[in-house]
């Protein structure tokens, strides 16, 4: 009896989760192989800073982290002018040449922009810049501050072109091994800078490295499959390319900047100015370990579902439509999940996980679900309008989210609510922002089917 099923396994061959069975899957199924590449460079990355992190509220104080979290919150709002969005457009060129001629506009812009924004930190005085800022500086000379704002801005802001050009080309794989590398260097060199005894400074150093490890590496692999049309680069081209696009620096670049404000990183601001800079550090330590691994999920799929949608948002709407309905669906369930596991182990883990003083993260993680889950479900799509040509639109949701989310915020300061309420009245205005921006998204992607059909 035992021979002839052990003969029988024999004749069936493998599992159907052998990886030879696995991987033949996933080749049939190039968006969820996509994906799946993606999200192992990422994770990993997440993995690794997530076993890192209790070493690091170790080593940096509530107070420290704020100071990172204001800082990262800045540059993640500003570092959307750095190409003014002509990045976006590289996904809808389709001829090599043209690629190559909107790159070089990216890349020019980048320089223009970074001067500019060196300029402006630099020609503000001192004591102006220190009144400005919503956290105190006093870790370090006040030049490090700025010359890391500016640093951050330019490497950042040279990731971005190097993944839309990843993107375009869909390389994946390189586009993982880049966020694999951001997940490591970032963490380590925080520990490495915190044993020198930098503080405050060393975490925005290592957020600076993290952030920017890897993208030469990605720009590099992008441009030598694309050598052969780079001969071609013209300014007279360049020129036709950017008008083309004008609507991306007029309108998108705008509505980008006023979307990451309006965002959670305008939180850290607003928490560091109306409470205390520990406030902020507690709100970044949540984002981190609970939020930050959805945000990844969301971004790998995102990301290829850009690339996807670029494609076929004019040729076949309908398939652009079930793609939408999908990936929303079951982001939804994934995001719930992962939420309600969080607040459920958060309440007597994290003490033990990252140390006693951390252990009032876990009420603002209860005051912050509900925007997070919302966040989430919203992410992988939400480029949906700019894609379907509707970036006016997209600029008047952002607009009305920035509004209702500060409106709400100062309404609780002023009414003298505490920290966590204030924290859950922001987070629920997100959360009602971003059911309008799915309903927006869903009446789009059927306006274009029907235009698809009548056409």
Same mark, same amino acid.
């Given at each position: 009896m035992t021979q002839d099923c052990t003969k029988q396994r024999a004749i069936r061959g493998p599992g159907r989760w052998h990886p030879r069975? +696995? &991987?033949a =899957?996933? !080749?049939? /199924?190039?968006? %969820? /192989?996509?994906?799946s590449i993606l999200l192992t460079g990422a994770a990993g990355g997440q993995l690794i800073a997530v076993l890192l992190s209790p070493l690091l509220t170790r080593l940096y104080t509530p107070q420290q982290f704020g100071t990172l979290s204001v800082y990262s919150a800045a540059l993640t709002m500003i570092v959307v002018l750095a190409s003014l &969005?002509?990045?976006?457009?590289?996904?809808?060129? /389709? &001829?090599r040449a043209d690629a190559v001629n909107l790159m070089a506009v990216c890349l020019c812009v980048l320089v223009l922009t970074t001067a500019a924004l060196g300029v402006a930190v630099f020609a503000v005085p001192d004591a102006t810049l220190r009144t400005l800022w919503p956290v105190p500086l006093d870790e370090g000379p006040l030049a490090a501050y700025q010359g890391l704002l500016v640093l951050g801005y330019f490497c950042l802001g040279f990731y971005y072109i190097a993944l839309q050009l990843a993107t375009r080309t869909s390389d994946f794989p390189a586009i993982a091994k880049t966020r694999l590398a951001q997940g490591l260097v970032g963490p380590a060199s925080q520990i490495g800078l915190a044993l020198a005894g930098l503080g405050a400074p060393g975490l925005l150093v290592g957020f600076v490295l993290g952030q920017s490890a890897g993208s030469f590496g990605l720009f590099g692999s992008v441009i030598a499959r694309m050598r052969r049309v780079l001969r071609l680069l013209s300014w007279r081209r360049m020129r036709v390319l950017a008008r083309r696009y004008i609507r991306f620096p007029l309108i998108s670049s705008w509505a980008a900047l006023i979307d990451a404000a309006g965002s959670s990183q305008l939180l850290y601001i607003l928490a560091g100015i109306a409470f205390s800079p520990a406030v902020a550090g507690f709100i970044f330590l949540v984002e981190r370990v609970v939020s930050r691994p959805l945000a990844i999920v969301g971004t790998s799929i995102l990301q290829v579902y850009m690339g996807e949608a670029g494609k076929i948002a004019a040729s076949d709407p309908a398939r652009l439509k079930r793609r939408f309905a999908q990936v929303v669906s079951r982001q939804s369930l %994934?995001? #719930? %999940? =992962?939420? +309600?596991?969080?607040? #459920?182990?958060?309440s007597f883990a994290f003490a033990t996980v990252f140390g006693p003083e951390w252990q009032q993260a876990v009420t603002y993680l209860h005051a912050l679900s509900l925007g997070y889950l919302a966040q989430a479900v919203v992410q992988p799509v939400f480029h949906t309008l700019q894609i379907l040509g509707r970036q006016g639109l997209a600029a008047g949701w952002q607009v009305g989210r920035l509004c209702l989310t500060v409106c709400v915020f100062l309404a609780g300061v002023e009414q003298g609510w505490a920290a966590p309420w204030v924290i859950a009245g922001y !987070? @629920?205005?997100? @959360?009602?922002?971003?059911?309008l921006l799915l309903a927006l998204m869903v009446r789009a992607t059927d306006q274009r089917r029907h235009e698809g059909v009548k056409g």
């Open positions: 069975h +696995l &991987r =899957w996933l !080749s049939a /199924r190039p968006f %969820l /192989r996509n994906v &969005r002509y990045e976006f457009a590289l996904l809808l060129v /389709r &001829r %994934l995001a #719930l %999940l =992962w939420i +309600l596991a969080a607040n #459920l182990a958060a !987070s @629920a205005a997100q @959360a009602v922002c971003c059911l």
